[in-house]
């Protein structure tokens, strides 16, 4: 690991202009390239005290050996050099997206004598004009059987050709009219090339002038009574009308634009664009890339538009291209894409109608690529496999942990105080041993001391299960929500009492940095168990902690370790969030029947719908309460002092007029059990969770 002051320059020597930069290693490999407005204040960034930095500008800054840069005249100049330093060099820290796969294009081939229309992948070849990109390939061949009625152009390889031009006989499509047959002299090469122009003026997207063309031929058809030649004129119209239907209309006003969206995470990014040309959605393609650099989203929509269109020259460059963020500074990237098309290139997040519409489908689009990358990966044996090693190797555990268990610590401004418990076996949830927990031992608001009664109950429990039965019990485990008040999730035992934390994991993992894992391994030294793994993970910065330690265990952002880490610490905090959530509404819905002893839900209700209100039910006498189906006396007399002691329900306030409503207490709803929520509780109680 090098020393970022060991190759410093000197301030003086770095010129303030416009220029890309590039870090080396030890052996001269570029290992990250970038450009800046400043090169000389882009620079200084990096050589500041290490604490300061990123982690994953901190990893490459002390993986690189020197640095050098090129001065050039423009941010636009700067913009292009990365871009072909980036695919010339292949540098292992810069944002790289990946295809996730090679998506077909239909090409039609205008380099040639005879133009010939097919599908092709890979790189884009000079002459040839492309629509696409495709989902499938049979999605290409199916338009193009349609099309070709109309536009009978080429479509066989050349080798067919030749043989055809040999023998004086066309191949199949040639007899049936699906295709002009120029092989054999049928049509000229300048009517053939004029036939393959027409083929792809309808593909971009000019479509009305060869319909009203063809329905103008097909009345004149029908004027002169040739009914058999306006059959056929209508069965291609027919066929050009259904091969517009397979692209639907998603603007109206016939727009070309290219639409972006991003969906990220901490560790991974989805990109999604949707190519739409003359108001239709010609194509689509998502990449899928790591985050081995810190990056904002404009940055990342920055790297796609590279991506996209670092190769493309004229029409391939829309007049509109649409996006979640725009990159900072926007000038230049704009003024680039401006000079690759040749005209002026509108870069634009859309706000309303249409456009935004579709950039919300095409973002779901890339949160669905996302979500499933991440399925993927997480259920490849061989990644799982590899992440424990890498968590076992990166804490010094003996093993790789098997099982892990994640606890966090959730809240409302230190209301309702709860806790999660998830489990992960082999790298895969294990959702029916998750358990959820009440912070009972004190009241407000303290993650570490919650942490360390959270884990201090379970381990405790587990510490009972082991002395009762003398040997390990593969059960699921539960504290049962009597005695600590925590809720179970999992199956009972046959006697019908819950089951006990009886299974110990390998690794416990906290959501936090140094405090709380110091409080997890408290608790569990206090139990006197030293054979479980403690660890920690700070969201913000994506580090891991582990006890007795100053620094931060930090993992590669392309560890799969970190990974599963991330995943087990995300859906603890989302089991948390959620039962914190429940715990809140339950709250907020209480009641002063709900105070009375012996009374369920379907005596409250029937009272409810007997009196109207609560208002109503508190004014009633104990005679009129007992009238209620199922009310006895000792009841109604229970029920109304309960009600004579709690506090009235305070007033309801107009929101728009600030005036308190002093009308009677609205009706309740079967379902309620208590008095309704005034208008402005649930404001007074928003906050942030925890």
Known sequence: MADPSSYRPTPGDIPDSPGVYRFR????????????????????????????????????????????????????????????????????????????????????????????????????????????????????RDTVDLLLRVFPVRTCSAGVFKNASRTGRPCLLGYIGKCSAPCVDRISAEEHRELAEEFSDFMAGRTGTYLRRLEKQMMAA?????????????????????????????????????????????????????????????????????????????????????????????????????????????????????????????????????????????????????ALHKTKRASDLTTRSRALEEIAGALELDSAPLRIECYDISHLQGDDVVASMVVFEDGLQRKSEYRRFQIKGFAGQDDVRSMHEVITRRFRRYLAEKERTGEWVDESSEDGGTGDGDVREGLKDDDGRPRKFAYPPQLVVVDGG?????????????????????CGLAKRLEEVWVPGEDDPVVLPRTSEGLYLLQRVRDEAHRFAITYQRTKRAKRFRAGPLDDVPGLGETRKQALIKHFGSVKKLRAATVTQIQEVPGIGRKTAETIAVALAQAAPAAPAVNTATGEIIEDEEPETTAGDSGEPVTAGAPDERRGQET
């Not at 725009?326 to 680039?336: D, S």
């Open 25 to 140: 290693d030890e052996h001269r490999r570029v290992i990250y390239v970038g450009k800046a407005k400043s090169l000389r204040q882009r620079l200084a960034n990096y050589f500041q005290d290490l604490a300061n930095l990123h982690p994953r500008t901190r990893t490459m800054v002390t993986t690189a050996a020197s640095v050098e840069w090129t001065v050039v005249s423009t941010e636009v100049e700067a913009l292009q050099l990365e871009y072909s330093w980036i695919k010339e060099y292949d540098p292992r820290f810069n944002v790289k997206y990946r295809d996730d796969k090679s998506y077909p294009y239909l090409a039609v081939t205008m380099n040639e004598e005879f133009p010939r229309v097919q599908v092709m992948r890979g790189h884009k070849k000079k002459g040839v004009r492309y629509f696409g990109p495709y989902a499938h390939a049979w999605a290409i």
């Open 514 to 534: 140094q405090p709380q894992v110091a409080a997890a391994q408290r608790a569990l030294d206090e139990l006197g168990i030293d054979d479980i793994a403690v």
């Open 222 to 370: 029908a004027d002169e009574m040739e009914y058999e030649r306006a059959a056929r004129l209508r069965d291609d119209i027919e066929a050009l009308k259904k091969a517009m239907e397979k692209n639907a209309v998603v603007l109206a006003d016939a727009t070309d634009a290219d639409l972006i969206a991003v969906a990220e995470d901490e560790l991974e990014a989805a990109v999604q664009i949707f190519h739409v040309r003359g108001g239709r959605v010609r194509g689509q393609r998502g990449w899928v890339t790591d985050k081995v650099e810190e990056v904002t989203t404009g940055a990342l929509v920055e790297h796609a538009l590279q991506q996209l269109y670092g190769e493309e020259r004229g029409d391939a460059v829309p007049k509109e291209v649409l996006v979640p963020a725009l990159p900072e500074p926007v000038e230049p990237v704009q003024e680039w894409l401006t000079g690759r098309r040749g005209s002026n290139v509108s870069l634009r997040i859309p706000q309303r109608g249409d456009k935004k519409a579709l950039m919300e489908t095409v973002q779901r689009n890339a949160q669905q690529a996302l």
